[in-house]
């Protein structure tokens, strides 16, 4: 598989659905990918990317922006309060505020530095005990309080459980923002994509389809 690959399965999947082309974003996940492997990436023209973690990200993107023009870096892994001015002044998106205690403190940090990325809540569709994520139940009333805070709230986010039907997964998703008047879907990975695309997904990650299966870190 290959960039070229995936970017023409995202095309064929929209026009199935009926969707406008380009109505997709492609987040390359480059966690855990050697630099060589990213700057290929890079070199073919994407500038959509998306990490895991902060510090990995803060280690391997500013030699990247100053090479490349135009990078657009999100977050899709867990925040910590304590990680989350770092978080704000070095991506773009943030796919994963999940309790109020982190919506806080990015309202708080958003006031100081006079800015924000955008926001994606994400949603433990299937209220999994060991995922992160506000509950179905409780995503109306988070919404409602993010906005009251000012935060710029794009869109929800999900990963749905591995031994699931997605499909129902990304339903819900879908029926929670459209409720809320939020446009944003973040949805559907390698083994999905498509059938996200199908129920509105505009943004899409996928990583070892394009880049190769990940390099562990050694020890």
Do not use: Y
């Amino acid at each position: 598989m290959s960039l070229h690959d995936i970017t023409a399965r995202i095309a064929k999947a929209e026009s199935a659905a009926g969707r406008l082309a380009g109505s997709t974003k492609l987040i390359a996940v480059s966690k855990v990918q050697p630099n060589e492997r990213v700057e290929a990436v890079l070199g073919h023209g994407h500038r959509c990317f998306g990490e895991n973690r902060v510090q990995e990200a803060a280690e391997k993107w500013p030699g990247f922006k100053e090479k490349f023009s135009g990078i657009d870096l999100h977050l899709i892994g867990p925040l910590q309060t304590n990680k989350a001015r770092q978080a704000m002044e070095l991506f773009n998106a943030v796919h994963s505020v999940d309790r109020p205690k982190l919506a806080k403190t990015l309202a708080r940090l958003a006031q100081e530095l006079g800015q924000c990325p955008d926001l994606f809540i994400q949603v433990n569709t299937g209220e999994e005990e060991q995922k992160a994520g506000i509950m179905p139940a409780d995503a109306d009333a988070f919404i409602a309080e993010c906005r009251e805070l000012d935060l710029p709230v794009q869109g929800l986010m999900a990963i749905p459980p591995v031994e699931e039907e997605p499909s129902l997964h990304f339903a819900l998703l879908a029926k929670i923002a459209e409720r809320n008047g939020l446009p944003g879907l973040s949805m559907g990975m390698s083994g999905d994509f498509e059938q996200a695309i199908a129920l509105g997904a505009t943004h899409v990650r996928v990583g070892s389809a394009i880049f190769g299966e990940r390099v562990k870190p050694a020890g």
